[in-house]
């Protein structure tokens, strides 16, 4: 793999591990890149812009003027230049501006200029790491499209041991050499996407749901986007946000108001991912008004059947269309996973098992094994729904799209 040509911007924030950037400068040279270093003021603490600028071939960037001649160093120039962004090390302080548009200094400033992926590889003690705050800021980053480079466990500067270690130089650049042999495996792919629960009405104030939070389909639109795919997400009720261009998002509440907006989007799809969590039932009789409670009656709601959209797409799917399927199961997981694979019409089914930890409803990771029509069976360890979407896809559509037969 190769990184030539590619514009690289490497973002520098004041941590111990700023001496690992100069490495990251190094490998991304070697490779090919061209590398612009943006560094904070308290970065240059930790590391000389003379070495960086020797290492990159380039001036590095830290304040807003030149202090000689007073010109203006662009972040809009540097962003639109950008084929890439990536903070590291990112400090909490860093995050916490990045996460909440504080663009006190040139690195946070051409952050917001971007128009490229960002990429973040935090390093610091283990307890600001795992603080709310610090936590709070990362996942407010996943949910701005950013890219998170998990820290690794190890001693750190503190001489303490826990999770706060930036990850290696070697290991970062291999992520974004994937990142870019990933490509746009996608480039124009219409794709459907059903993520979260559906809530199915009893009264005004009232709902049948379920304990989905959606996390698993948006993950996916995010990463179809990222592959060049214009995706529409159609969504029952989530508190996740989406912010990739490439994914258009239609809010539903009720099973039938998702089975409308995929059957009238489908025809103009080459692939659906059926991620929600569609109550398959949902209250004969809504009431107009809010039941009241009586101590000397029981309550009786009976139930009917929603529609099974994942069937009903399968049954009007196309030989040009590929849809892949999830099976959430307790209990003989793969034989149902198979069954459901056949009665939808699916060519893949993402099978989790309530039996794995981790795995499931509202979690931040899943496990997952892939079942193809074909009878080829994936399994993966446990890995964060993010990178779980990435597997999906590769495992599935990517491969479909590049006319590969297996996975
Ligand atoms: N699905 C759907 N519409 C439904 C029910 C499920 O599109 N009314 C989709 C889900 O999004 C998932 C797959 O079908 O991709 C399997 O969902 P699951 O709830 O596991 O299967 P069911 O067919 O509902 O089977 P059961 O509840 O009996 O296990």
Redesign the pocket.
Known sequence: MSLQGKHIVLGISGSIAAYKSAIITRLLVKKGAEVQIVITPAGKEFITPVTLSALSGKPVVSEFFASGDGTWHSHVDIGLWADLMIIAPATAATIGKMAGGIADNMLVTTYLSIKAPVFVAPAMDLDMYKHVSTQRNIEILRRDGVHIIEPTEGELASHLEGKGRMEEPENIVAMIEQFFATGKSLDKKKILI?AAPTYERIDPVRFIGNFSSGKMGFALAEACAVRGAEVTLVTGPSALSVSHTGVTRIDVES?NQMYEAAMRIFPQMDAAI?????A?YRPEHQWDEKIKRKDDENLTIRLTP??????ALGNNKNDRQIMV?????TNNEVQ?ALN?MDK?NLDFIVLNSLQDEGAGFGHDTNKITILSKNGQTKTFGLKTKTEVAEDIIETTLSGFFAKKTTF
């Open positions: 059903t099973a059926l991620a929600a969590a569609v398959d929603n529609p099974d959209i994942a069937a399927g999830f099976a959430l199961e149902n459901k939808k």
